[in-house]
């Protein structure tokens, strides 16, 4: 029977509506739309689409994909389709859908009108199995799936025959409306697809097309009790949608020539062709969702987003900007053979954009009490500090300063190390855009632990600078004690430790470390979750959701330290 495709008008210009990335270089999958088009074929249509599953978050692997499909339609003017794999009703939810559509949103892509489930098209694939059933193409099996299993055979031994293989097409025809009208229990029969069980690709040995499932699916609620299986359904719906290019990741290379089959065996106009390339593997990272609602589920993360997670919602959550994350993806690639990137190059890209845009600030993040006994007790002065060196026309901040501050504990040793340029006893140091400092005295409380510093400061040092040629060697922000905003920290590092987690790999335990009582310049009181700022000589840092009036949190980004470009050098 002949099927209707969807969004079949020619291709359409760019009209703005997703981000073209640049034109270089030119990748294989541009080669073969290049060379498509230059022969005519779809009738120099291109058009993509994004199909994940709704049983999980979406991580930065499936940012690489999402870049490339919508990328690839918009540097050659044409579409792209998001659509629900949602096949197996059983470990979908709505949650995941509306997740994965912020996600998309975010990365900066939309899909116009263009959003399709799987289960729009449960009464074609139906008929599409029935088609199949009436060629002689399909039928209906009682094994149980250990049996399937059995007969499948190995990569080195050809499978057996099901001993149901050869039944006539009315009994299959029967069977398949019964499967459908709920007469059998669940795994009790399945309708495979009638190839060859001999074939060398284990794929193409019969593979189930259809199985009986009672569960509730999230859109069609209990209307089918048999759902297709992704290999059938997925040709179907691109050829119903009249893609042209189906772009996967080097998974589904073997799932290709039955991709082809079912397209060869029903009757479309369309014949969209399936191309793969490598996924993305980051190092100290799991790209597995599996693997990740374990993670979750164990309670070793803290859900979904948190920001240690590879999740977009977690990477999101921890600042990091779409615009770095497109860039990154654009600078990897795309691969026909698997690889791992180094997750530094990921945090190069964070940076390299932060640095343009986050405000700076500074924060103390464990701080030491230093009282400058010689500063007049009421006086407050107001020091000007640049908002972005970066972006001078972002103009500049008032800092307040006053007779006590707090300065970072790391910037004060009693007995320094040679190469420390700190602050020490009798020692000078540079409070950034404010004074000279030198320490007089040292406090230490019972336990011997140091609770305060007092100092005395240079009046004609005002900016941080003066004209008699002493040379200063340290710089150390700082915050007012009088005018601090108290905030909490929380300092995320890489989920694993191992370059590359296996199997039985924990979750690092220092991954995360909260710092409570930091102390902050008075103006990021009134900042709100999703801001990003550069904690001067700290690194990166967004305001996290948890924040709350009177309470502000921040996540740290990523640090100032970038050894990509060290390795670049």
């Known amino acids: 029977m002949e099927k209707t495709q969807l969004n079949q008008a020619p291709s359409e210009a760019n009209n703005g509506e997703n981000p073209v990335l640049s034109q270089e270089p030119v990748n294989f999958i541009q080669e073969i739309i290049n060379k498509d088009r230059e022969t005519g074929k779809h009738g120099g249509r291109v058009h993509t689409r994004f199909p994940p599953e709704p049983n999980g978050y979406l991580h930065i692997g499936h940012a690489k ?150 569960a509730t699916h999230h859109r069609t609620g209990d209307k089918w009790c048999i759902y297709p299986m992704y290999d059938f359904a997925h040709p179907i719906s691109d050829a119903l949608e009249g893609i042209t290019h189906s772009l996967c990741t080097l998974e589904f290379e073997d799932h290709r020539p039955l991709y082809d089959w079912v397209l060869d065996n029903l009757s479309f106009k369309s014949r969209p062709q399936q191309i793969e390339f490598a996924r993305l593997n980051l190092t100290h990272t799991l790209m597995s969702k599996r693997k990740l609602l374990e993670l979750v589920k164990q309670g070793a993360v803290n859900g979904w987003d948190d920001p240690r997670m590879p999740t977009i919602s977690g990477i999101r959550r921890r600042g990091y900007t779409p615009e770095s994350i497109r860039v990154f993806c654009e600078r990897i690639g795309v691969a026909k053979s698997n690889s791992v990137v180094d997750i530094a190059l990921l945090e190069h890209c964070v940076r390299e954009d932060l640095n343009q845009k986050a405000p700076r600030a500074m924060v103390v993040l464990r701080p030491l009490k230093v009282i400058i006994d010689n500063y007049p007790d009421d006086l407050v002065e107001e020091f000007e500090a640049e908002i972005n060196p970066e972006n001078p026309e972002l103009g500049a901040r008032k800092v307040p300063f006053s007779k006590v501050l707090y300065i970072e504990r790391d910037d004060f040793a009693e007995n320094p190390p040679k190469g420390f340029f700190r602050l020490a006893p009798g020692r000078e140091i540079r409070l950034k855009y404010a004074y000279y400092i030198k320490c007089e005295r040292v406090v230490k409380d019972e336990t011997g632990e140091i609770i305060e510093l007092h100092c005395t400061y240079d009046p004609a040092s005002r900016g941080g600078w003066t004209n008699d040629g002493r040379k200063v060697r340290g710089t150390s922000h700082w915050v007012s004690a009088a005018h601090a905003v108290d905030v909490e920290v929380r300092l995320y590092d890489h989920l694993f430790r191992e370059e590359v987690p296996g199997p039985d790999s924990v979750v690092d335990p220092d991954s995360l470390v909260t710092l409570a009582g930091c102390k902050a310049e008075p103006g990021l009181a009134g900042a709100l979750p999703g801001d990003r700022f550069q904690f001067l000589r700290q690194g990166y840092f967004c305001v996290d959701k948890d924040s709350a009036p009177g309470k502000l949190v921040f996540n740290r980004t990523v640090s100032l330290k970038d050894s990509w470009s060290g390795k670049q050098k």
Do not use: H
Not at 128 to 157: F, H, M, W
Not at 160 to 171: D, H, I, Q, W
């Open 65 to 214: 994909a999402i870049c490339l499909d919508f990328g690839i339609a918009a540097k050659n003017g044409g579409l792209c389709n998001l659509r629900f794999d949602d096949t197996n009703p059983s470990k979908e939810d709505i949650e995941y859908v509306e997740s994965i559509k912020e996600d998309i949103r975010w990365l900066g892509f939309d899909w116009g009108d263009r959003l399709y489930f799987a289960s729009d098209y449960y009464e074609t694939m139906y008929q599409c199995a029935e088609e199949l059933i009436n060629k002689g193409k399909a039928y209906v099996c009682d094994l149980s799936p250990e049996q399937i299993k059995e007969y499948r055979g190995t990569l080195t031994e050809p499978g057996k025959e099901s001993p149901y293989r050869n039944r006539s097409v009315a009994e299959n025809l029967d069977l398949f409306r019964r499967m459908r009208n709920g007469e059998f229990p669940d795994g009790s029969r399945t309708l495979r697809a009638k190839i060859d069980m001999a074939s060398p690709n284990i794929n193409m040995r019969d593979p189930v097309i259809y199985r009986i499932l009672r």
